[in-house]
C-alpha cells in the first residue's frame, strides 16, 4: 500500500513539475528571467536554466540592466556569459557573410 502511495506520490510530483515548466516558460519575460534563471538554478531544472540562459542571451541588452541581472551570483554570471558567447558563435555561424572583407579596428 505504501509503495503505491510513493509511487503516485512520485507521478503528482513529476506532473506538477512539468506544469510548473510549461507555466514559467509561458510567462517568462526579461523582468523575470533572472529570478528564474537563479530558481532553476537552486532546484537542479538544467531544462528550465538553458530556457532562462537562452532568454537572456537573446535579450542581453534588455536583461542586462536590471537589477536582478547585476545581483547574480558569480558562477551564475559566468554561466550566462559562456552561454552569450556560445550564442554570439552560433550566430555568427548563420549570418551571411559581407563580400567586403572587415578589418577589426582597436
Do not use: W
Not at 47 to 74: G, Y
Amino acid at each position: 500500500s505504501s509503495g503505491i502511495n510513493a509511487e503516485y506520490g512520485g507521478f503528482r510530483n513529476k506532473q506538477l513539475q512539468a506544469y510548473c515548466k510549461k507555466s514559467l516558460e509561458t510567462n517568462i519575460k526579461t523582468s523575470n528571467v533572472v529570478e528564474i534563471l537563479k530558481a532553476a538554478d537552486q532546484v537542479g531544472s538544467s531544462d528550465m536554466k538553458e530556457h532562462a540562459l537562452k532568454m537572456i542571451a537573446e535579450h542581453i541588452t534588455a536583461v542586462q540592466p536590471t537589477p536582478s541581472f547585476k545581483s547574480l551570483s558569480r558562477n551564475l554570471l559566468l554561466e550566462v556569459f559562456e552561454y552569450l558567447v556560445q550564442h554570439l558563435k552560433t550566430r555568427q555561424m548563420v549570418l551571411p557573410r559581407s563580400p567586403h572583407k572587415q578589418t577589426a579596428r582597436f
